[in-house]
């Protein structure tokens, strides 16, 4: 079964290692990237198939940000079920508690170690329920 994975980051070059990790853990996860949270509702209302099975939203975008996009998802009723991954730079506790807070399904530092960010989108890959809160 084909899982779709949804990015949306404005950083061209993270978008690239989250694309190359993705293909290199398994050929069955379909993977699209937008530059911003008014990109994935977009993406969103053209999908009529099949939604994403989990959307990864940076933080600190420039015209919607990933609080603005995760706010606005969880508020409709046709996405708020969709897992959320707040997937940034910062690995503050007020911004995982924020995520939290609005309905993530979990955060992720963006990893320094491309083997690290691999073995974490192999793991989302292969489970059926994404929460990642303890």
Wanted: with cysteine.
């Amino acid at each position: 079964m084909t899982k779709l994975f949804l990015l949306a980051d404005d950083d061209f070059d993270d978008a690239e290692l989250f694309n190359e990790a993705v293909m290199n853990i398994d050929p069955h996860v379909d993977f699209r990237h937008v530059e911003d949270g008014h990109e994935v509702l977009n993406f969103l209302k053209g999908q009529e198939k099949k939604m994403p099975d989990i959307i990864f939203l940076d933080i600190n975008m420039v015209l919607v940000t990933g609080w603005e996009c995760l706010t606005m998802l969880k508020s409709n009723d046709e996405y708020q079920n969709i897992p959320i991954i707040m997937y940034s730079t910062s690995a503050s506790s007020v911004d995982i508690q924020k995520a939290r807070k609005l309905g993530a399904a979990g955060f992720l530092s963006k990893p320094s170690d491309f083997r690290i960010l691999e073995a974490t989108l192999k793991k989302l890959a292969a489970v059926e329920e994404v929460w990642l809160w303890e």
